[in-house]
């Protein structure tokens, strides 16, 4: 028998308080159960139990020897645990919220390879720029640009999210670029809207410190992805997370404008705008929810949001 399966015999001794008791739990003899707590002992060369006619108990060393094959015992037991749970075929619904124009580009086609690795998950993908309650609205997770209000759900950051200017070349071409953040307001701003309220204060930085510049709105949406079509339907100048417009700008379909002076999307106190991914708090996690957010993390990892 082998060093592992002579320590559980031992432990089982020890819990059932005598070597027939514990025989009789696994079909052995007591001369067999005897013979192999002989054979522990002569290996370690230590005596780990008093044994009398009517009762055994636990020398010194003894109680070392069995509090450390527990511990042993308990990392087995949590290694094929994660084994069998790795080798689980993921199955169920997994309800994701994310902003439009992220969710558009990144989650949906993450979603797509997911179910193409584990046809039993049912997603389902709910993309909005507001935000979303979570709990109340039953999603499994969400993915979110900036803090967290909530401190009831749990947060997993996933990327770095520098915000850039960026305008079409069509635009720049026929109005110039801004060459400091003051200019802006002699140019067409695309404005977010949340809670009917526009976010058109835009915070830069320079040398000379902190500049907020209050734009006055050309056009305005709460969907973030029609933003971005109308930075590149060249009607005017955008903030955007990078992510969002990171295939544009490689493409060249949009650039980055007063990259020198960009402090972060209606933020002047260095609030995290990082991407981030959140979810109800609960002790267990599903397995498809679980195996997603590695999955999405892995899949971001490999992208890149050089643009300088």
Request: aromatic share 8%; hydrophobic share 40%; with cysteine.
């Amino acid at each position: 028998m082998n060093k592992i399966e002579n320590m559980a015999l031992f432990v089982r001794v020890v819990k059932t308080g005598g070597l027939a008791a514990a025989g009789r739990q696994v079909g052995l003899s007591p001369a067999s159960v005897t013979g192999r707590i002989n054979a522990l002992e002569q290996h370690y060369n230590a005596r780990f139990l008093n044994r009398t006619t009517r009762k055994i108990s636990l020398t010194s060393v003894g109680q070392r020897f069995y509090e450390g094959c527990l511990r042993v015992l308990a990392e087995i037991d949590e290694t094929e645990a994660l084994l069998q749970r790795d080798q689980q075929a993921l199955c169920g619904p997994l309800r994701v919220t994310a902003s439009s124009d992220f969710g558009r580009q990144f989650v949906a086609p993450a979603l797509a390879d997911f179910v193409k690795q584990h046809p039993g998950v049912i997603p389902y993908l709910f993309l909005s720029d507001g935000v979303v309650d979570l709990v109340g609205q039953g999603f499994d997770l969400g993915i979110r640009f900036g803090n967290l209000p909530d401190s009831n759900l749990i947060m997993r950051r996933l990327a770095e999210n520098p915000r850039v200017l960026v305008a079409s070349p069509s635009y720049l071409k026929t109005h110039g670029e801004p060459a400091r953040p003051k200019d802006l307001e002699q140019h067409a701003c695309l404005v977010m809207e949340r809670l009917g309220e526009p976010l058109n204060e835009w915070y830069f930085h320079s040398a000379e410190g902190s500049e907020r510049i209050n734009v006055t709105p050309a056009l305005m949406s709460n969907d973030g992805a029609i933003i971005r079509h109308w930075a590149l339907s060249g009607v005017g100048i955008a903030y955007k997370s990078l992510w969002d417009v990171k295939h544009d700008l490689a493409a060249g379909k949009l650039a980055t404008l007063l990259n020198d002076y960009v402090l972060s999307f209606q933020a002047s106190d260095g609030e995290d705008a990082g991407l981030k991914i959140v979810y109800p708090s609960r002790r267990y996690v599903p397995l498809q929810v679980a195996g997603f957010i590695d999955f999405l993390k892995d899949r971001l990892s490999d992208e890149t949001l050089l643009h300088r």
